[in-house]
């Protein structure tokens, strides 16, 4: 393996600094980053490992009714928080959905923002690929595309973005609050992930050095747990990534539609706020139609880049089915089969 | 290496004999303990690593490698390469035997296919070996890469699998089919598949003088001593190599393959023990996989559902400097009766490492494709699945018309689908609906494997103080080796299973054949019996030729070994122990050896096949097309059962392969390069706990008096067969929509559902 730098900072403005320098990174869990270095496809001269930083793995309510999340609280934590689980079910449940039980227990909130692709063609590293090496051409272009991007791509890069956590936090409308060189700042989750245009080898909108402290859901997006859902289509029951996932959240008053959140997975370079989608439901009974309706609107932009057509039909019936389940209210537990279609089947202990 | 301490803690109740009892795994404890010492586990002092540079080119040459920015790096000791190695006695690509494949260690600067070795560094560390590689950064030609089952002309192979004749073919198909009065002509395909067994082909190599140690997983030891030593041009008898425990082979570590050779080059370049594991992704290339077929069923069946013909022709490929063949077409010459049948194979030569026997060679890919085409026949007839293969249910061997030595498939079909309750299943698909509104189909498939011997033998020695020994250089890949063989054994002998010492898995033991074909119980089983029996035999013949023994005499009337005594068959009141016949006879041991083979004339007679019936049960959502197993029930005969725990475990783990071959396996390779883009395990999908539903296998009787004398027929392959197809056929069932391109992908069933 390369040699590399392994620091250790105390402090957030230590770990700042630390990683300020051009091939530093940082480490969370590594249950990606060591994967891309193992496979060459990262090769950074400097770790800084941010697990030892104290009180970023803490789950706070604030006063205003917001949630906030520290960068290190793991995915299975955050998941079994009781309290978080049943203010934002479908977050729940898309952790749950997402790897394995082992990957879950390791991996941070900061890293499963922040984690690649899994093009295969980013991680074969003698392939062409501009998102690892910028303007070195995209391999999967005419390649084995039939899990790639049918919104938001363009020529240079058609990669989506695997995460499962994203989606729904994109839909509550999630503010990344991060510590970079110059301070502190924050933004949307929905301004982190980058669509490609012409240089996909930039994942997001951080700078170097820019550390996530945490991630913070506005007092709104409680409004959505009563009914709130992660659905997620994929190659086996578990351990997989989505082919494409969809989540749906709705505030629902005297029977009407006050207030609809849509987002899909593995569509995009990111997570996909479906907001033309959300418009059409907006004050409307909760019916097959209207869902129907918003599953056309919220891929009206989609087109294949590849052998991938088949993903915008399952997008528009997942985008129906999401918002089917979320209308008939978040189940009082998350189901053993967290976001499978499976999950209403008797007899399944554990994903 | 330490002795191995087999435990049968916590205590077996033994109900008589040894076999048939449903023994744990003698090996449990140390395996759960991790104190099992698999190959990569070993560490001798000065020990260096070495890690494989392996080309991501398919075809062409390697033109530059920076062996000096390799060699610069820290801890790096040597780089091997084809400039730079010690000599061959041979050169690899000569094939001294049909049981040699052409392997890549470093004779030239050639690339044949993506992820072949081009390079070998050792480094003091395993890091530093890794990134010495990485710094080799090799430079190629590249030549144009032949891709997929269209690269070419196709051209019809000498021989498919292991020298079975390409074509076949019994009564004329073409009148079958025109005299039918419903056909089906249909084409399956099946993806490229990798053995993928959880320990990664691994060696721990080392030289003292002309005498090499090897540490190494191998399904055939005799095969890998021989190979080794005709390369290396030194006597088998120099060469030690220990196998004890396998975590899985599933036909990869079957027969010698290139990486383990450079390992014992690497240890012969630097004079010092040398470790070299593969990494996952480099086991999609060098160590085999079960090629991709394309198949072609036509069937014929008359007005009543009797099959008039039957027609199987298989596409598959080969690597271009070596002839492996799948022979998938073959599937269909034992299970169903057509009065005309023709199998046939062609292929074309593909940028590829070569394909190699994997679980179930041939009957995999075959049984998925035929038991799908006699569902759609079933259905086109509108009859019931297992009633048209009760229909069509094959007295005698199809395509050779001899007798079966034994086929209790009937018993299977009754036993399993009262289990599943078939009875209930509605002809029509898309009937059934669960609670929750998901689809719901019954599907099933007809199992089949061959029954096969290989050759083997067995040293057995009795003890002065009464305990045995059974000595076989047999292969525990996981299948339970040490615990089944160890049975046999006791019985052979005689004696409680823990007075036996059972020795196994180096290659100073006696051959045990290779462990393959599902015949390695049977082999190296009929081996043990018959040692046991020869040694025995000597004992008896100290005890009843000696007056002073209360057997003396017994010589006609013959002699019992039970629990450590002789016994005089006519009077159980006269026995000796065996150290009493020992003392006395003043002899520290008696030993004798005994062999285990096929039976010519059996073979000539019969046709010896297991058979099992498989039914299954998937849930599939009607709009997203995700597909889910929920219930599979098998009924298998297959001979005797010599323990059942262990049956089962291969019975469950050859079921999940089925369905992992309907749902989900599949390498994924890129239509330009020829690379495999998921080799890894968490994009090559197998199934994993949550698709994995309750499973339930039935093991029916059956009785074989001609497979051999235990009459074992093996069970580790057939489990794959039936399967795969039973599943595909309950996707069928619960949809509507017939899928022939496996696996079965949500796209297929999306748009058509
Ligand atoms: C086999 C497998 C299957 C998986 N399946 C799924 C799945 O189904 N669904 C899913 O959503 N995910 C899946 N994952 C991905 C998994 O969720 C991520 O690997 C994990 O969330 C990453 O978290 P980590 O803490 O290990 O991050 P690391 O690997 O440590 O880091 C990932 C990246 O984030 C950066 N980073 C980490 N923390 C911070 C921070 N606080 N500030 C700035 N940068 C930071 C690192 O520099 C690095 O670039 C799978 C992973 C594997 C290996
Ligand atoms: S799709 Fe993007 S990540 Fe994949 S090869 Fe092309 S540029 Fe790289």
Known sequence: MKQFDYVRPATVAEAVAAAAQPGAVYLAAGTNLLDLMKGGVSRPDRLVDVTHLDGLDQIERLADGSARIGALVSNADLAHDADFARSYPAVAEALLSGASAQLRNAATVGGNLLQRTRCAYFYDTASRCNKREAGSGCDAREGENRGHAVLGWSESCIATHPSDFCVPLVALDAIVEIEGKNGRREIALDELHRLPGSSPERDSALEPGDLIVAVRLPPAARGFAAHARYLKVRERTSYAFAVVSGSAALRIENGKIAEARLALGGVAAKPWRARAAEDVLKGVTPTADAFQEAAWRALTDAKPSGDNAFKIELARRIVVRALTLAAAGTPARIPALPASPFASTSGAIHA | MPELNLSSAPAHLRHGSSIGQPLTRRDGLLKVKGQATYAADNHPPGMLFAVMAVSSIAHGRVTLLDVAAAKQHPGVVDVMTSDHKPQLAIDPEIKTNPFVFRMEVLQSNEVRYANQPIAVVIAETLEAATEGAVLLAPRYENLPALIGLDAGESFVPPVVGVGNPTENHRGDVEAGLASSAKQIDAIYETPPQYHNAMEPHAIVASWDGDNLSVDMPTQGLMLSLGRIAELFGIAPDKIHIRSPFLGGGFGSKGLMSGPPVLGIMAAKLVGKPVKLVLRREQMYGPVGHRAPTRQRLRIGADGEGSLTALDHHARTLSSTFDDFYEPAADASHTLYAAPAIRTSHDAVRVNTGTPLFMRAPGEATGSIALESAIDEMAWACGIDPLAFRLKNYAEVEPITGKPFSSKALRACYEQGAARFGWAKRPLQPRQMRDDAGLLVGWGMGTATFPALMFQAAARAAIRRDGSGVMEIGAHDMGQGAWTALAQIAADAVGLDIDRVEFKAGTSDLPDAGIAGGSAHTATAGAAIHSAGAAVIAKLADLATGDERSPLFGAGNAGVIAR???LIRRDDESRSESYAEILARAGVAEVEARGTGAPNPAAMEEYAMHAHGAVFAEVKVDPDLGQVRVTRMVGAFAAGRIVNPHLVKSQLFGGMIWGMSFALHEEAITDRRSGRIM????????????????????????????????????????????????????????????????????????????
């Open chain 2, 563 to 565: 629990d450590g005594r």
């Open chain 2, 678 to 753: 998921n080799a890894n395990l968490g994009e090559y999908h197998i199934p994993v706990n949550a698709d994995v539903p309750p499973l339930d296998v039935i093991t029916v009787e059956e009785h074989d008096p001609h497979v051999n004398a235990l009459g074992i027929k093996g069970v580790g392959e057939i489990g794959i067969t039936g399967s795969a197809g039973a599943v595909a056929n309950a996707v069928w069932h619960a949809t509507g929509v017939r899928v022939r391109r496996f696996p079965i992908k949500i796209e297929e069933l999306l748009t058509q559902l």
